[in-house]
């Protein structure tokens, strides 16, 4: 399950930062940890917002 939540910027861009709290378990058996993804509000799925990482792990 991902929660989103989105945000508009002062320039008026919107981001959406993805809560992948359970993270990622894949049919070939890989895990992706529990982590954020921040997306641009254009393409959710598959965009990195400029500036921002990939994923950004949740720390102990």
Known sequence: ??????????????????????????????VEPPHFNVRNAI???HSIFPGTKPHYPFLP
């Open 43 to 45: 393409d959710p799925r």
């Open 1 to 30: 399950m991902t929660r989103e939540y989105t945000f508009t910027r002062s320039d008026g861009k919107k981001a959406i930062i993805q809560d992948h709290g359970a993270g990622h378990r894949f049919p070939d058996g890989g």
